[in-house]
Each structure stands twice: as structure tokens, then as C-alpha cells.
């Protein structure tokens, strides 16, 4: 892998409302390179929905996310990979057009389709209809995105749901390997990950409470 140059993604007095539900409010987080940033908390508590403020892929009630260092052009969403709950596998084509598709959308600067596969331990499945993969194959898909194109900025949710023992291991490697090599690392998770010596974002307590008017609001 490459060195990359983006020396940390920034929330700065995050608010976050899903809904008529204020979820956090004037939370600030860094994630550095190198060091990986896990988001924890209860079922509910607003991992998944912080991830996707980070991604830009929802808009916060308050505040704003910024990167520190690294190339001038391009926005956060060039920068970054996102992984959801959902796998974003397509059933109807083969696993290797899966991954070759990503891998056109994303860039292709990583790893070839074939030696990706091989390394998430799909070697020889890539002429299988998507749609007859097990759960934790199709994560295993997932994480192959990962590894065709390289970006700074892994955003990741729950990535290692589904996974057995050995692909998590092997998900805990990439994902050391991606820090080693500079890169930014946001997981939620509810297990732990074995990515190294890590910051830990716990959002339990910071729920803010439920008020009647909002609900009649
Ligand atoms: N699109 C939405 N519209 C309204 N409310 C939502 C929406 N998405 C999530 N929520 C609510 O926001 C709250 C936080 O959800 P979120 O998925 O961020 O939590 P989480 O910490 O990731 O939970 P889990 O550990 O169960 O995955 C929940 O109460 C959920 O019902």
C-alpha cells in the first residue's frame, strides 16, 4: 500500500437529530491517521447515523466535518470508502462484476479483481451469482472493496457482522495494514477489532432524552 497524506478527518460540535429524535449534540472527534477511532455504544445510541455524517452521506443538525492535510482537491466523498450495515451486493450479477463495478465507481488503484477475491477468501467464487452467497461471504465481498481501490478514509460499520473468526483476523490485518500505511479509520462496532492501539468514541450517555413536545412537534 501507499503512504497517504490526509493527517486526520475532524467533527467539530456535531448535532444530529434522525427524525423527530435529536440523537447527539456538539460532539467533537478526530481521527488521526495511523490510529483507528471506534465508535461505540448501545443498540440506538447514533453510531451508524455519526458514520454516515461522516461520510457525508447525512447532513448534521449542527456543526461540520472537515479533513486536515493531505491533497487540496477533490471533497471528503473522493477520499473515502464507506461501508453500511448494508452489504451493497447486487444478486442478479456474478461476485467478480460486483467487485469490478466498485472498483470502476471507486478507482481502480488497488488490487485486481481476482487477487482481491483471493485475499478475502473468495478466491475461485468469482463466476457465482452474488445472490447465492452466504451472509458472511457477501461481507467478505464488502471488505473487498476495500482492497481495489485505495483511499485515506475507511468508514466502517459493523464490518466484521457475519464474518467467522479467520476473515475477521483477516479483516483486522487489512485494516492494520491500512493504518500502517497512514490511513484514517472510523469502525462502529460492538466487538472488538484488533486494530492496534486505538481511540475509542463512547457514545452512551450522550443520548439526549426524549421530551413529549417533540413528539407533538
Ligand atoms: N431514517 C431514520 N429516521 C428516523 N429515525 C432514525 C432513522 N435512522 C435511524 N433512526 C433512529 O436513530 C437512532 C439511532 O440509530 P443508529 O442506527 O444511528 O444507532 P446505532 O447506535 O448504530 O444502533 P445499532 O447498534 O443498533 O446499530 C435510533 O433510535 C433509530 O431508530
Not at 481521527?31 to 458514520?51: D, E, I, Y
Not at 447525512?58 to 466523498?77: F, T
Not at 477489532?193 to 413529549?212: F, K, V, Y
Request: charged letters at 20%; hydrophobic letters at 45%; proline letters at 4%.
Amino acid at each position: 500500500m501507499t503512504g497517504f497524506s490526509i493527517a486526520a478527518l475532524t467533527g467539530d460540535k456535531l448535532s444530529c437529530r434522525r427524525g423527530f429524535k435529536p440523537l447527539f449534540r456538539d460532539l467533537d472527534l478526530t481521527a488521526r491517521a495511523g490510529r483507528a477511532l471506534v465508535v461505540t455504544g448501545p443498540n440506538g445510541a447514533g453510531k451508524s447515523s455519526l458514520l454516515r455524517l461522516l461520510a457525508g452521506l447525512l447532513a448534521p443538525s449542527a456543526g461540520n466535518v472537515r479533513l486536515s492535510g493531505g491533497p487540496e482537491e477533490g471533497g471528503l466523498r473522493e477520499h473515502l470508502h464507506y461501508l453500511g450495515h448494508d452489504d451493497a451486493v447486487k444478486g442478479a450479477l456474478t461476485v467478480a462484476a460486483n467487485l469490478d463495478f466498485w472498483r470502476q465507481v471507486l478507482g481502480p488503484t488497488g488490487s485486481d479483481v481476482e487477487e482481491a477475491l483471493d485475499e478475502v477468501g473468495l478466491g475461485g467464487l468469482g463466476r457465482l451469482r452474488a445472490s447465492v452467497l452466504s451472509a458472511g461471504q457477501k461481507r467478505r465481498l464488502a471488505i473487498a472493496r476495500l482492497l481495489v481501490s485505495q483511499r485515506p478514509i475507511w468508514i466502517l460499520d459493523e464490518p466484521t457482522t457475519a464474518l467467522d473468526v479467520k476473515a475477521q483476523a483477516q479483516f483486522a490485518a487489512f485494516g492494520r495494514a491500512h493504518l500502517a500505511a497512514g490511513g484514517i479509520l472510523v469502525a462502529a462496532t460492538h466487538a472488538p477489532l484488533d486494530l492496534g492501539e486505538a481511540d475509542e468514541l463512547n457514545l452512551s450517555g450522550r443520548a439526549i432524552p426524549l421530551r413529549t413536545e417533540e413528539f407533538d412537534s
